[in-house]
């Protein structure tokens, strides 16, 4: 293994332990539901999936479910939250006379474009009721159709988005994971399309193919001159896409085999050096780690897990205003999710927060995190969540500081 690939000292799981010590979520806003439990009606959403903060300081989300809809959510909403915790319904996602949802449900990614204007995934409802990308203003008016999906992993204009980020020419750019013209084995291999934020217009900017950028590319990260990262093949090669001239860069990255099976992961943050980093797994790794790669693919370290708990699921890394990475683990060691702190210098774990549960406050299943301005980390619990007798939790907004 890399020269990274040391041993964590006891010194470092001292310091975890009084980090741990320390710290407290908050929950600042709980989505209640009415019974019984899992069906009733959610007026104000349920399920959450995704918050972000906007430029004027508020913060803005999505509800996956309003209802339940045979054996998947239905409706769902986007909603805005101030600094203060006032919460407002911006757009629900209705039925149609056929009991369809024309306009998208089950609303589950969100973004800021550089236009002010807030980009989004629906993952069902549309004409083929497997989702749709959208837009809207924050005031949840003008609410508008970008591009309808379907689950063809033929489809030309991509299938099964992965990501969305704000580009730095103005537009906004995403992945899907099918779909395109490239050419794999079984399907087609994946997109990454711009959408020109001055006409909502939609267009396929990479068409991704096996024999040179690879397959399935995952979430976008954005450098720090303002261009796209991401990676392909479960992490094997890196990509760099250039807004400004239409390039794509491609990079090898030589991910260990070990007991036979390949190891391998996605970029998700930059460092506080510079470099990108995410997090990797395989069958016979015992667990996950964090790894780090430069810019243009060179040097990659791979650093010892830091859980062993394979079946964890992190959201991916961000890094904090203490200059550490943290994760929302969605399972985490109980099954209820934590939160965990680790090293960007050698991967290793600081800390880690247990606070989730069915009868938590702070709720369960954390699927996101971020830092929002002033350093606070701000982040969403998706399931449970304290509700007064007759309602249950579905989810609950929380904050702490790192």
């Known amino acids: 293994m890399p020269s990274k690939m040391h041993a964590v000292v006891s010194a470092a799981l001292l310091a975890c332990c009084a980090y741990a010590a320390g710290q407290q ?53 986007i909603f805005s939250l101030t600094p203060s915790g006032t919460f407002t319904t911006l757009y629900k996602f209705a039925p149609g006379k056929t009991g369809t ?18 980009y989004g995934n629906a993952g069902f409802g549309g004409p083929s009721g497997d989702g749709n990308l959208f837009r809207v203003d924050k005031t949840g008016k003008h609410y508008q ?26 537009n ?20 990454l399309f711009r959408v020109n934020a001055a006409t909502g217009a939609y267009e ?27 990676s392909t093949n479960n992490g094997a090669i890196l990509f760099h896409y250039i807004e400004a001239t239409g390039d794509l860069q491609t990079a090898q990255l030589s991910f ?20 990108l980093y ?41 890094l904090a205003s203490d200059g550490n990475f943290w994760m929302a683990e969605y399972y985490g060691s ?29 709720g369960g299943a954390p699927v996101e995190l971020f830092s929002a301005t002033g350093g606070a980390l701000w982040g969403v619990s998706s399931l449970y969540g304290q509700a007064p007798k007759g309602s249950y939790g579905a989810g609950v907004l929380f904050t702490l500081t790192p």
């Open 145 to 170: 159709v970008l591009q309808n999906y379907s689950i063809n992993e033929f489809a030309a204009n991509g299938s099964s988005p992965t990501s969305l980020a704000a580009g730095n020419d103005g």
């Open 25 to 77: 979520l908050t929950a600042v806003h709980t989505f209640v539901c009415k019974n019984p439990q899992e069906i009733g009606p959610c007026p104000q959403g349920g399920d959450v999936t995704a918050l972000i903060q906007g430029s004027d300081g508020n913060f803005y989300g999505t509800a996956e479910r309003t209802g339940r809809g045979g054996a998947a959510p239905a409706g769902g909403l």
């Open 204 to 230: 396929v900017v990479v068409n991704f193919d096996a024999a040179t950028s690879g397959a399935n590319p995952t979430n976008l990260v954005v450098g720090p001159d303002g261009t796209f990262y991401g």
């Open 172 to 191: 906004v750019y995403g992945t899907t994971y099918y779909g395109g013209s490239g050419n794999c084995f079984y399907f087609n291999c994946g997109t």
């Open 278 to 318: 995410g997090t990797y797994t395989g069958v016979f790794l015992g667990g996950i780690g964090v790894f780090e790669v430069q810019l243009d693919g060179s040097n990659l370290q791979l650093f010892p897990v830091y859980t062993t708990y394979p079946a964890s699921s992190p959201d991916g890394l961000v």
């Open 101 to 118: 949802y024309p306009n998208g449900s089950s609303p589950t990614r969100l973004i800021e474009g550089p236009d002010g204007t807030l």
């Open 334 to 362: 109980v099954g209820f999710g934590d939160i965990v702190t680790v090293s960007p210098a050698d991967g290793s774990l600081i800390q880690r927060m247990t606070p989730f549960s069915s009868t938590s406050a702070d």
């Open 256 to 275: 260990p085999t070990i007991g036979g099976y390949p190891t391998g992961g996605a970029v998700s943050a930059i460092g506080p050096d510079g470099n």
